[in-house]
């Protein structure tokens, strides 16, 4: 009888256990992608011209690249890698893929991925069919690559040899957990926790209703600015992204600066609450806030800075609040926000009217839009940095994955109502209607973007995903009042939450008007390190005379509820 090894019966259960992990992560994107998609790569690789002498020459360097592989493998030519690995791409960077079968393995799929993108780039469609059809061919590589595989991937196979199949004991166990969870351990969590060393700038909550939580920050410096800042975060995620700790924290820096600083904090929507619409967000959200906020402070105005989605509450807001006559904000920074759509990036493969449909028939019951729904979309955009590089680090070697507060919060995620999200697909990705003037309503009001006069500082990030910064860059041709566009390096997240103090990156900025935005960056200066102090030389315009610290938050009818960060961040739902 043959002896028992610690890899018995392990890759059935790896097997089972990533088919498990997969159909919850197909059902979760799923209803987001057209019906048709099983049949899109194959129908646009049938317009491929494969007889013309082109796309012959083609296929024979192909034929023989694969040729000269074998012959390396088994020894009879010798020769140097037939393709390399893109830039930046780390998949294949361990010394054990120079191993002669696993370099034919790895050389093996990278040649018939770019065969494959060839064809598909080949292929003679319409432009937007070709370009949904490379996304998903992309999609598909990235999820088959041999490094996903522990049969294939000389690293995990030399730690299990090593652990003596301990490691993927310890891999078996993190995927079981992550399939409970629902989602992938990017992060160790027990190192973070919201309101120990997460979001913890001093303050309090001095106004709350059923979607936000209003919280004051606590003054640092003896005079501030006679203007407050109201900061509006995105209420797809947890608006501590902008408040991680101490030495990246945004919020703290902001007060730093003398300012007396306000931000709503989004509640993860509750069941109950399932039949909020996008003007309750403008209204009880973003209006409401104001008001609470000059109530507070006593002054007639303020500056607002506003994140991603939240930037598009602010602009919808404004022409409601120019129908009422509230002149409240003195200028509004939009950091990473797309206003119009007309190239919302790879996202809007995943958004069809199917999708839009499907949930309109059931916008009379209300419902919830799951937050790790969301997040799992969003990260399968980067998916070899976002879900491959964890699958493979976490599952197949059993590592902990090292602790990382932006990753932490990235796994956070706040739930939306049905409703307010579907008109946000529909109108902003679908119909681009915020760059129509009058194509929709909001509180009663016809919403013009164009009669939007307020001075506004534009940011974007040059690598973002979610918001291409070309699209970013839209904003000036709608908005009509004085605007500053500036460019920051990296993506939508590390690009924007950049602490100075950390003297990373870069940023360029240009003062000349350009009418394209190629124009205007080939006309940048660059400047290293963070964009936050080029936005706060911008402000000190719009935040009048220095005046003394409050000594107490809140007011009269706004009294301290609890500490910051305050019930709605922390709160988790499955």
């Known amino acids: 009888m043959s002896q028992a090894t610690p890899f018995d019966g392990f890759f059935k259960q790896m097997n089972d256990a990533s088919q498990q992990w997969w159909q919850q992560w197909v059902n979760a994107v799923a209803p987001t992608v057209d019906d048709a998609l099983p049949h899109l790569v194959p129908k646009v690789l049938a317009t491929v011209p494969a007889h013309t002498a082109e796309w012959q020459a083609r296929q024979a360097e192909y034929y023989q690249q694969q040729l000269d592989l074998w012959l390396g493998l088994i020894g009879a030519r010798e020769a140097a890698p037939a393709v390399q690995p893109d830039k930046g791409d780390r998949r294949f960077n361990s010394p054990e893929w120079d191993a002669p079968l696993f370099s034919w393995i790895k050389?093996?799929?990278?040649?018939?991925?770019?065969?494959?993108?060839?064809?598909?780039?080949?292929?003679?469609?319409?432009?937007?069919?070709?370009?949904?059809?490379?996304?998903?061919t992309r999609q598909y590589l990235d999820a088959v690559s041999p490094a996903n595989f522990a049969l294939t991937n000389p690293e995990v196979m030399k730690l299990a040899a090593e652990t003596n199949g301990d490691s993927l004991k310890e891999g078996m166990r993190r995927l079981m957990d992550d399939i409970s969870k629902g989602t992938i351990t990017m992060t160790d969590e027990s190192q973070f926790e919201v309101g120990r060393n997460l979001a913890v700038t001093e303050g309090a909550v001095v106004f709350e209703n059923d979607i936000l939580q209003l919280i004051q920050y606590t003054p640092l410096t003896a005079q501030v600015n006679e203007v407050p800042l109201l900061i509006v975060p995105p209420c797809v995620n947890k608006y501590?992204?902008?408040?991680?700790?101490?030495?990246?924290?945004?919020?703290?820096?902001?007060?730093?600066?003398?300012?007396?600083?306000?931000?709503?904090?989004?509640?993860?929507?509750?069941?109950?609450?399932?039949?909020?619409?996008?003007?309750?967000?403008?209204?009880s959200g973003v209006i409401k806030a104001a008001e609470v906020v000059r109530k507070i402070t006593r002054r007639e105005q303020m500056n607002v800075l506003s994140f991603c989605i939240g930037g598009g509450l602010v602009a919808t807001a404004i022409p409601v609040m120019q129908s009422r006559n509230l002149?409240?904000?003195?200028?509004?920074?939009?950091?990473?926000?797309?206003?119009?759509?007309?190239?919302?990036?790879?996202?809007?493969?995943?958004?069809?009217?199917?999708?839009?449909?499907?949930?309109?028939?059931?916008?009379?019951?209300?419902?919830?839009?799951?937050?790790?729904?969301?997040?799992?979309?969003?990260?399968?955009?980067?998916?070899?940095?976002?879900?491959?590089?964890?699958?493979?680090?976490?599952?197949?070697?059993?590592?902990?994955?090292?602790?990382?507060?932006?990753?932490?919060?990235?796994?956070?995620s706040a739930d939306l109502a049905l409703p307010m999200h579907t008109f946000f697909l529909r109108n902003m990705y679908l119909e681009n209607n915020l760059a129509k003037p009058g194509s929709f309503s909001l509180c009663g009001v016809p919403i013009d973007?164009?009669?939007?006069?307020?001075?506004?500082?534009?940011?974007?990030?040059?690598?973002?995903?979610?918001?291409?910064?070309?699209?970013?860059?839209?904003?000036?041709?709608i908005f009509k009042g004085p605007t500053r566009f500036v460019l920051g390096a990296s993506g939508h997240i590390a690009g924007t939450i950049n602490h100075p103090a950390a003297g990373?990156?870069?940023?360029?900025?240009?003062?000349?008007?350009?009418?394209?935005?190629?124009?205007?960056?080939?006309?940048?200066?660059?400047?290293?390190?963070?964009?936050?102090?080029?936005?706060?030389?911008?402000?000190?315009?719009?935040?009048?005379?220095?005046?003394?610290?409050?000594?107490?938050?809140?007011?009269?009818?706004?009294?301290?509820?609890?500490?910051?960060?305050?019930?709605?961040?922390?709160?988790?739902?499955?």
């Open 107 to 136: 050389q093996n799929y990278l040649l018939t991925s770019r065969y494959l993108l060839q064809m598909v780039d080949a292929a003679q469609t319409d432009d937007a069919l070709r370009e949904k059809a490379a996304f998903f």
């Open 240 to 283: 501590y992204i902008m408040d991680l700790q101490a030495e990246n924290s945004m919020v703290r820096w902001c007060v730093e600066q003398g300012n007396t600083v306000f931000l709503v904090s989004w509640r993860s929507i509750p069941p109950e609450l399932g039949n909020l619409q996008w003007d309750d967000y403008v209204d």
């Open 327 to 412: 002149d409240w904000f003195r200028s509004v920074t939009l950091m990473t926000s797309m206003l119009d759509h007309s190239d919302p990036g790879d996202i809007k493969h995943y958004i069809d009217w199917n999708l839009i449909r499907s949930r309109e028939a059931q916008l009379d019951k209300g419902g919830i839009v799951s937050g790790k729904e969301l997040a799992r979309t969003f990260s399968s955009l980067r998916a070899n940095d976002l879900i491959w590089n964890y699958v493979v680090s976490s599952y197949l070697k059993g590592k902990t994955p090292p602790p990382f507060d932006l990753l932490y919060w990235n796994n956070d």
């Open 449 to 477: 973007l164009t009669t939007v006069s307020t001075p506004t500082y534009v940011f974007a990030a040059r690598e973002d995903h979610i918001v291409p910064w070309k699209s970013a860059w839209g904003t000036l041709r």
């Open 504 to 574: 990373k990156r870069n940023y360029w900025v240009n003062d000349n008007a350009a009418t394209l935005p190629d124009t205007w960056f080939d006309g940048a200066e660059s400047r290293p390190g963070s964009w936050w102090v080029d936005w706060n030389n911008w402000l000190q315009q719009y935040t009048g005379k220095k005046v003394a610290a409050r000594k107490t938050l809140g007011a009269a009818g706004f009294k301290p509820i609890e500490p910051a960060p305050g019930r709605y961040v922390k709160e988790k739902r499955d």
